[in-house]
Nanobody, 125 residues
Framework: QLRLKESGGGLVQPGGSLKLSCAAT????????IAWFRQVPGKEREAISC????????RYAGSVKGRFTISRDEAKNTVDLQMDNLMPEDTGIYYC??????????????????WGQGTPVTVSS
């Protein structure tokens, strides 16, 4: 039974960095496409990046491209999100989700199977 849990969130000043991890248990993370979402205050939850199980490609929303890097660590069974040059607009609750099926969206998957609980990120001076 696949389970996902996010970690690495916290408080950071503008321009700083954080590395989030989406840890999988119960099944290998490589079998699933993994997407990162954030819930920004006052807005809908949005997909910001994903790692495709089909071809190991990475996708990014325009708002994070060039600042965030998604990667898969098979030894640790995680999908990580390195966040650099953080801005106040990046504040929110960050979630990861795993799914399957082909998609051209920022989720990479067509069908979601499991969500993590979320980890908060606050970017403020």
């Amino acid at each position: 039974q696949l389970r996902l849990k996010e970690s690495g969130g916290g408080l950071v000043q503008p321009g700083g960095s954080l590395k989030l991890s989406c840890a999988a248990t119960g099944y290998t993370v490589a079998y699933y496409s993994i997407a990162w979402f954030r819930q920004v205050p006052g807005k809908e939850r949005e997909a910001i990046s994903c790692f495709s199980a089909r071809d190991a490609s990475q996708r990014y929303a325009g708002s994070v491209k060039g600042r965030f890097t998604i990667s898969r660590d098979e030894a640790k069974n995680t999908v990580d999100l390195q966040m650099d040059n953080l801005m106040p607009e990046d504040t929110g609750i960050y979630y990861c989700a795993g799914g399957f099926g082909d998609s051209d969206s920022l989720e990479c998957y067509r069908y979601v199977e499991v969500w993590g609980q979320g980890t908060p990120v606050t970017v403020s001076s």
